[in-house]
């Protein structure tokens, strides 16, 4: 049995990078170097409206998140930092920020593989979505005897001193996860937190993670509840609650550990369902498993599946983009948790990308790149003194895009290279009117002096083409209002505001 399902996955990952590179004509030593050739490699097929390079380039020109769940250890293993490197622009630790392996004793606190989860994204540019601050499971077993004001005063403890140490460098939390009951019940799950410390623990807890990262957005996430049922339900009605009583919260997680064949119906209904409450919602944990072993038929009801929930996400404005529960079936959570199931995410155990990685580069590169408009700044008092509003030369068009929520916000940036020359590097400049603060960045190093911020270009993307666009973003502070900047430069250049 287990031979022969190594023969057809074998099969089946010389029959895509054979399919593949016969059409980028590069066969020849093809199989020796599979694994490598499978990251980064060209994705254009007949009807994909780009010829893309990665995941990760198209998630950027549409400004959503393509995001991985990354274990640090595995970074060592060649193929798998290749793929990470290249095809995701966020990662989120999958153990490595949970309460047992922050804090695995009272108040001592271990942050070395969480660390090595910021320093990595760090190191290429991408966003860090943290995960988990309260969690039912992987609690370490010091918390299992402590009475009800103990707990409380531990969880907020662990909340204040994790989103501490990372204050600045998260763009957003799972504060709480999988607090729900399954069933139809609506209920709340029956958790030690929920038993001994009441209702109010879940509020707590994003209180006390608005005050210890007051930067970061603040989420609740949770599985089976993608479609509309009495779990989302009863997470819709908490959300509502908190907006109509002023408790922090900011998003909504949507984790989707599906199975083929059975992406709910009402998935953007749902989605958007919570969008109109006023928080941003995100698929947090996709992964769609099936029996195994796979095959050709399986594995295109799941490649379906993929881009169905692509879609689903691009539908909604407020939705920030999606994250796969890792990048290899080789090292999927699945088959211990469901054994006869697997063959989840996109690559192989081989990391041959499976149907399912060109469904969902499929769905990223497809329909128009929406061009944001820049809202329409209310009119604050500046702290100083902003420079008057120069001519733009006609050598570059930028793209700023806020997005605020309490006193933080992210901002996009999409610059177009409108002059006459292709460049290889650049240096981009804007001042704030209102005295926001920029805390960390992605896909440029950015610094600030008062109001002035500039940015340069990473290593990788300090070329454009004429007519070539870039992008960059950053997380940050502000005081209550969030005017977007009104004029930038580019190396020198004050551009068109697009
Ligand atoms: O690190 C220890 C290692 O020292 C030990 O030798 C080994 C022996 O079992 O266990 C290792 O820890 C494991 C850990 O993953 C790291 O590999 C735990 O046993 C194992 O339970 C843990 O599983 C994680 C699971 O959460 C915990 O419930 C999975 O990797 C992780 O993918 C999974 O992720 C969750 C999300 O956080 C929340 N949503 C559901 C999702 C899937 O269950």
């Excluded at 707590?204 to 608005?210: K, Y």
């Amino acid at each position: 049995m287990l031979a022969t399902h190594t023969k057809d996955r074998e099969r089946m990952r010389i029959h895509h990078l054979t399919r593949r590179h016969a059409r980028s004509g590069l066969l020849a030593g093809l199989l020796a170097a599979a694994s490598v050739l499978a990251v980064g490699v060209t994705v254009a097929q007949p009807g994909t409206a780009e010829a893309a390079a990665s995941l990760k380039s198209l998630a950027d020109a549409k400004g959503r998140d393509i995001g991985f769940a990354l274990d640090p250890n595995r970074l060592s293993e060649g193929p798998y930092k290749q793929i990470a490197d290249a095809e995701f622009n966020l990662v989120v630790a999958e153990n490595a920020m949970k309460w047992d392996a922050t804090e695995p004793n009272p108040n001592q606190f271990t942050f070395g593989q969480g660390d090595a989860v910021v320093n990595y994204a760090a190191s290429g540019g991408k966003k860090v979505y943290g995960h988990t601050l309260v969690w039912h499971n992987q609690m370490p077993n010091w918390t299992a005897n402590l009475s009800g004001p103990d707990l409380l005063a531990a969880m907020k403890n662990h909340i204040a001193k994790v989103a501490g140490h990372f204050k600045g460098k998260i763009f957003a939390w799972d504060v709480v996860n999988e607090a729900f009951a399954d069933g139809g019940s609506g209920g709340r799950r029956d958790s030690i937190l929920q038993q001994r410390i009441g209702n109010s623990w879940i509020e707590e807890a994003f209180r006390a993670a608005r005050a210890a990262d007051p930067g970061a957005k603040l989420c609740i996430n949770d599985y089976s509840t993608d479609g509309i049922n009495a779990k989302s339900t009863a997470i819709y009605n908490l959300v509502r609650d908190f907006k109509a009583r002023g408790v922090p919260i900011d998003c909504v997680g949507f984790q989707a550990h599906l199975i083929i064949g059975q992406v709910p119906g009402d998935m953007q209904a749902n989605l958007q369902r919570f969008a109109d409450l006023g928080v941003d919602v995100r698929v947090t944990e996709l992964d769609i498993r099936m029996s195994t072993p796979a095959n050709a038929t399986k594995l295109a009801t799941q490649a379906a599946d993929y881009k169905k929930v692509v879609n689903i996400c691009l539908a909604v404005a407020r939705c920030g983009g999606v994250t796969v529960w890792g990048i290899t079936d080789k090292y999927s959570w699945i088959p211990g948790v469901f054994p006869g199931e697997g063959a989840a995410l996109i690559w192989d155990e081989n990391y041959a990308p499976k149907p399912a990685y060109q469904a969902v580069a499929d769905a990223l590169g497809s329909g128009p790149t929406p061009v944001p408009t820049t809202p329409v700044p209310t009119t604050p008092v500046p702290t100083t003194p902003v420079p008057t509003t120069p001519t733009p030369t006609g050598n570059c068009t930028v793209t700023y895009v806020p997005n605020s929520w309490g006193n933080g916000f992210t901002a996009e940036i999409r610059i177009r290279n409108d002059g006459p020359n292709a460049i290889n590097s650049w240096s981009f400049g804007f001042y704030f009117p209102a005295g926001q603060q920029v805390t960390n960045a992605w896909n440029a190093t950015v610094t600030q002096s008062g109001t002035q911020v500039n940015a340069r270009n990473m290593s990788y993307n300090g070329a454009l083409s004429v007519g070539g666009t870039v992008s960059f973003g950053f997380q940050g502070t502000h005081t209550g209002s969030n005017p977007s900047p009104t004029s930038f430069t580019f190396n020198g250049s004050v551009c068109r505001n697009g």
